[in-house]
């Protein structure tokens, strides 16, 4: 058996009321332990590097046009528009950085974890995010944020409207789903084991989510 085959990624929690509303959403974890004596933000080894600028020569302006239409971006692309997030103006994961190798002439590099997630993104179409262990407080799920509570678990963090989808832990969210992760929360230079996860929505197979969390696993912890 292969490690990718024994690979079991862990299911986090929904709020009844997310269940409810949306019964097909699913967050899966990974944990990854970072082994090398460099920061998991520093620069990328050689070989991570190479395949970025193998990945950019293989995705063209053809398959950038039509990469909505392909049947991982489409299901995103519905999944946003039935949570109130309009797909033309707020890109899915995979159609951003499509836009971003456009513009940029290819995928750059940005430091080892960006880059393994990059990676993971545009071979499988499933978004993957990560959050410094160490600083969570139990596992992770997502719910609908409270009015009035803190992004985060600083006293300077800004405040949440009600009624937003959020990837929260015990004390507070930590994540908007889909969108940006709480400043205190993110991997720094100390970090050595991150919490990755990923948003399994319907039309989405439950394949393409693991392979997207076992690959920047892998890459993580071997490189």
């Keep these: 058996m292969s490690s990718q085959e024994a690979f079991e990624p862990a299911l986090g929690w929904c709020s009844r009321e997310v269940e409810e509303e949306l019964p097909e959403l699913r967050i899966m974890l990974a944990e990854a332990h970072i082994a090398r004596a460099a920061a998991v933000t520093a620069a990328s080894p050689t070989e991570v590097k190479a395949r970025l600028r193998e990945m950019s020569n293989r995705f063209h302006g053809p398959r950038a046009v039509a990469i909505r239409r392909e049947p991982v971006p489409a299901a995103y692309r519905?999944?946003?528009r039935h949570i109130g997030l309009d797909p033309d103006v707020?890109?899915?994961?995979?159609?951003?950085?499509?836009?971003?190798?456009?513009?940029?002439?290819?995928?750059?590099?940005?430091g080892l974890l960006r880059d393994v997630l990059l990676l993971a993104?545009?071979?499988?179409?499933?978004?993957?995010?990560a959050l410094d262990t160490a600083l969570l407080d139990g596992p992770i799920g997502v719910?609908?944020?409270?009015?009035?509570?803190?992004?985060g678990r600083s006293q300077t963090a800004p405040a949440l409207p009600a009624g937003r989808l959020v990837i929260a832990d015990a004390a507070a969210p930590v994540a908007i789903l889909f969108g940006r992760l709480a400043p205190q929360h993110e991997?720094?230079?100390?970090?050595?084991?991150?919490?990755?996860?990923?948003?399994?929505?319907a039309g989405v197979p439950e394949l393409f989510v693991e392979e997207a969390l076992w690959t920047s696993q892998m890459a993580l912890e071997h490189s």
């Design 78 to 80: 519905v999944f946003f």
């Design 90 to 110: 707020v890109r899915t994961p995979i159609e951003a950085v499509a836009l971003e190798r456009m513009l940029r002439g290819g995928f750059l590099s940005g």
């Design 121 to 129: 993104l545009v071979d499988t179409g499933v978004p993957v995010w």
């Design 143 to 151: 719910r609908e944020s409270r009015e009035g509570e803190l992004f």
């Design 187 to 201: 991997a720094s230079a100390a970090t050595r084991q991150l919490t990755l996860f990923a948003v399994q929505v």
